[in-house]
């Protein structure tokens, strides 16, 4: 029953999107989907249980990104149950895509992910973004209910390039939160974002640094 209706609001949601997936990259959004439905029972990995809702909520959302993302190394922080990181890598399978989270239990999740769906361009971090010291930077760094923008740009500062921009989703404009934000950091860009099932506001938050240093670690 599900099968059928995921089916159906995938390629839907798709079309209207102007998303051109091939037959075995929906596929795999299905399996990802069914991946996660079977796991949140055992793990609590995301509160969307509700099937009608998930396509939209997990998928479509978390889709909404790819026309913004032209990094080849995107670092997902906070991605719990892999969003929007499992989607995008499946979408955009010439980038790489590094997923942290600080929860080993959905590590261990998204790294089942990794091998079930055969994801290459997936690598799986368990760590606290505060705390993380990787040999290279990135360029893009997306989050999807993660926490404040006052937090995500003091903890994830280290983790992003001199030039590169934080790709925060958010429900309401949190007005307070860009108001917050540290010296030195400004919004750059605001989206809109929408897809058919998308039952609320959604927005994209774009934040860079005011003046961009040289980064000689930039890997892209
Ligand atoms: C509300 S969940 C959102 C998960 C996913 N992005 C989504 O939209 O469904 C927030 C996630 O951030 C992780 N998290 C919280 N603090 C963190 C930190 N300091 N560093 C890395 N991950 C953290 C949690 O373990 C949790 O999986």
């Known amino acids: 029953m599900s099968e059928a209706l995921w089916q159906w609001q ?15 990259q929906q596929q795999q959004l299905l399996a990802f ?25 997990q998928l479509l959302d978390s889709l909404t990104l790819v026309p913004f993302l032209s990094a080849d190394r995107v670092l997902d922080v906070g991605a719990g149950g892999g969003l929007p990181g499992i989607p995008l890598a499946i979408a955009c399978p010439g980038r790489q895509f590094t997923l942290l989270d600080s929860n080993s239990k959905k590590t261990r999740f998204l790294t089942q992910c990794k091998l079930e769906l055969r994801l290459d361009n997936v690598e799986v971090i368990h ?16 989050s999807r209910a993660f926490t404040a923008l006052p937090n995500l740009v003091t903890w994830c500062a280290d983790l992003l390039a001199g030039d590169g921009q934080f790709l925060a989703m958010k429900g309401q404009f949190p007005d307070d939160e860009v108001s917050s934000l540290p010296a030195g950091w400004q919004l ?33």
Request: proline letters at 4%.
């Open 10 to 24: 995938l390629s839907d949601g798709l079309a209207a999107m102007e998303l051109d997936l091939s037959t075995g």
């Open 127 to 142: 760590g606290r973004a505060e705390d993380c010291e990787l040999s290279q930077r990135f360029r893009q760094i997306t």
């Open 33 to 57: 989907l069914a991946l996660l439905n079977k796991w949140n029972r055992a793990y609590n990995l995301t509160a969307v249980r509700e099937p009608r809702q998930m396509v939209p909520r």
């Open 188 to 220: 750059a860009e605001h989206h809109r974002l929408d897809y058919p099932g998308c039952d609320g506001e959604r927005h994209l938050l774009v934040i860079s640094r005011i003046s961009a240093p040289q980064d000689s670690t930039t890997g892209g």
